[in-house]
């Protein structure tokens, strides 16, 4: 009998499975298909202060391999989430979910991780500094150590559960950035979100995407995910969700055996909504053939 558990920050997961940010919405739709309590967790779509419509569209492109959205952090508001969604949650899901905060100040990543860090069905936070698809905010706090560590520092100071905080790959150096979160406090980092890209239409000669660049993510970038886990996992002591790209079960084991402790699945998703379960199924078999009896050994094992 294997053992599929790891533990991030004191809190147990059935398995590192965790579908990632965007890609899941709040996880009715999903609930609907299959019953998503065999999930290590899953991580809700990325949530403001104020409700927001997100970006004109297109805003999806699709590309070989991958795909790029310019979503602009659609949401219906903290507030919403907190005092409709995450009671109605638990109806479907009973375990506890990773809450995205996104943000366009430091006061209001504070006022939502406060608010949604209460929420008993709570268990995680998932500061999210890397959206490349909004001006003043999202990837901007992402992209330098300085600025990285104000909002960290300030979001720990008031955070009532595990803080990770999700880091951009549009960067020179991500081991540097995630060091300064894991200096300001951060319990955890998750990486990466997606690498910035665009496509043009050459019968009209106009970017495809209304909001002309965004992130592009799916297999194609897995190579470059698990390098920056790698890199970050050497990087800092503190827990590693890794993510990027991730379709299949040896994907799941390769980004572990680079230093996740856990694994975000994305994109897949929306090519294929049973993807996880598939992947949660496939696991126990995997791990026998390849002579691993639990998966939290494996962690940084290619280092
Ligand atoms: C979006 O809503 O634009 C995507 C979120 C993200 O990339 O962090």
């Known amino acids: 009998m294997?053992?599929?558990?790891?533990?991030?920050?004191?809190?147990?997961?059935?398995?590192?499975?965790?579908?990632?940010?965007?890609?899941?919405?709040?996880?009715?739709?999903?609930?609907?298909?299959?019953?998503?309590?065999?999930?290590?967790?899953?991580?809700?779509?990325?949530?403001?202060?104020?409700?927001?419509?997100?970006?004109?569209?297109?805003?999806?492109?699709?590309?070989?391999?991958?795909?790029?959205?310019?979503?602009?952090?659609?949401?219906?508001?903290?507030?919403?989430?907190?005092?409709?969604i995450l009671p109605r949650m638990k109806k479907y899901f009973n375990k506890p979910v990773m809450a995205n905060i996104g943000g366009f100040s430091i006061d209001e990543y504070v006022y939502c991780c406060e608010k949604a860090s209460q929420a008993e069905n709570v268990g995680l936070v998932e500061l999210n500094i890397s959206c490349p698809n909004v001006h003043g905010g999202g990837m901007s706090f992402g992209t330098s150590p300085e600025s990285a560590a104000r909002v960290t520092e300030a979001v720990r100071r008031i955070c009532k559960k595990p803080l990770f905080v999700k880091l951009s790959p549009n960067v020179t150096d991500i081991a540097a950035i995630a060091r300064a979160c894991e200096d300001a406090g951060a319990d955890g980092v998750s990486l990466i979100n997606t690498l910035m890209g665009m496509r043009i239409d050459i019968r009209r000669r106009t970017p495809v995407l209304a909001n002309k660049k965004g992130g592009f993510s799916g297999a194609a970038v897995f190579p470059v995910a698990l390098r920056m886990v790698y890199d970050v996992y050497e990087a800092v002591k503190i827990p590693v969700i890794g993510m990027g790209g991730v379709t299949t079960v040896d994907d799941v084991i390769e980004m572990m055996m680079a230093g996740a402790r856990a694994v975000e699945i994305g994109s897949a998703n929306l090519t294929d909504p049973f993807v996880c379960k598939k992947i949660i199924e496939a696991l126990p078999g995997r791990m026998e053939e390849l002579g691993i009896t639990s998966l939290a050994d494996i962690v940084g094992a290619a280092h």
């Open 2 to 84: 294997v053992n599929t558990s790891v533990t991030l920050c004191g809190l147990q997961l059935d398995n590192p499975i965790i579908p990632a940010s965007g890609t899941f919405g709040y996880g009715a739709e999903f609930a609907e298909l299959y019953d998503i309590n065999i999930l290590g967790t899953f991580s809700f779509k990325g949530t403001t202060k104020e409700p927001r419509f997100g970006n004109p569209t297109p805003r999806i492109a699709e590309c070989r391999e991958g795909m790029l959205n310019s979503v602009g952090l659609q949401n219906p508001g903290v507030d919403e989430v907190c005092d409709t």
